[in-house]
């Protein structure tokens, strides 16, 4: 709703701040604090030190990041891959199918994650496909989370295609491959690269389903988090989640410059 007068906007403004600093600027200083101390004296931390730091950039911790960018770049990719072609095929389908597609692909959103782990865990343990203890159960996982939010986010963009593109190509006589590549997936590719931030945010931030399944060589920066504070380690958790924060916050940076310069195309 737009606010027209000065008092409303600095009452709105004023409600905003109210909300986000408690509720979400808060707790992430919160953690950045705790990442440069050494102890926590009273409500706050002290002992400044970058220690933390050197140790999450190498060895066990860079590892484990690579592990998670490695997962959410695979993951990302083929979510988006089958995202964009269950969407495309969804509108052919009708607006039953379609309602058919939606809600297969929803399921899993519909559900706790740690369901969709054990689900994976027990569908991939044993022959013909084996993945229990391999880096692909844990990518499969990651994949099937995210795929649904890939679906959607294409599906809500081919509703407000204009259809008229498609058939001034096919009235020129096109060929439904080249209107499909030519045509109607450059005028998607901004919804495809907002698609493709979100599910590599999700894969990256993802712990329950993760927890089940990953191996010993195979530690994604959440687990490593998420054993090093349950362990004690407050502060280098801390330092090891600023750099996941970061990392993710970097990926999705470049990602909006590609969805900035593909919507001027």
């Known amino acids: 709703m737009l606010v027209h007068s000065r008092t409303g906007r600095w ?37 400044p030190t970058t220690a933390h730091y050197t140790a999450a950039v190498r060895g066990e911790s860079l590892q484990a990041l690579s592990t998670s960018l490695v997962t959410a770049v695979t993951a990302s990719l083929i979510a988006l891959t089958v995202g964009t072609w269950a969407a495309l095929a969804g ?49 499969l996982a990651h994949t ?44 998607l590719l901004p919804s495809l690269n907002a698609a493709a931030g979100l599910c590599f945010a999700l ?11 990953y191996p010993p060589d195979w ?15 407050l502060f280098t958790g801390s330092a090891l989640a600023v750099v996941l924060m970061a990392a993710t916050l970097l990926a999705l940076l470049a990602v909006s410059r590609v969805r900035t310069r593909a919507s001027f195309r």
């Open 219 to 233: 530690t994604p920066l959440p687990v490593l988090i998420f054993t090093r504070t349950d362990r004690g380690s």
């Open 144 to 187: 099937v989370l995210v795929t649904a939010f890939a679906h959607q986010s294409v599906s809500a963009a081919l509703v407000r295609l204009d259809p008229m593109y498609e058939q001034a190509a096919a009235g020129l006589g096109a060929r439904p491959s080249y209107v499909l590549l030519r045509v109607k997936l450059p005028l």
């Open 11 to 47: 009452a709105l403004w004023a409600g905003f701040a109210v909300l986000f600093v408690p509720l979400f600027a808060l707790p992430l200083l919160v953690i950045v604090a705790a990442s440069f101390s050494t102890n926590w004296s009273g409500a706050f931390p002290s002992g």
């Open 91 to 139: 509108a052919a389908l009708g607006k039953r199918g379609k309602r058919i597609l939606d809600a297969l692909f929803m399921l899993p959103v519909a559900v706790p994650s740690v369901v969709v782990g054990l689900a994976v865990l027990v569908a991939f343990s044993q022959p013909p496909v084996l993945l229990n203890g391999t880096h692909w159960i844990v990518i």
């Open 203 to 213: 894969s990256m931030g993802e712990l329950s389903a993760t927890m089940m399944l």
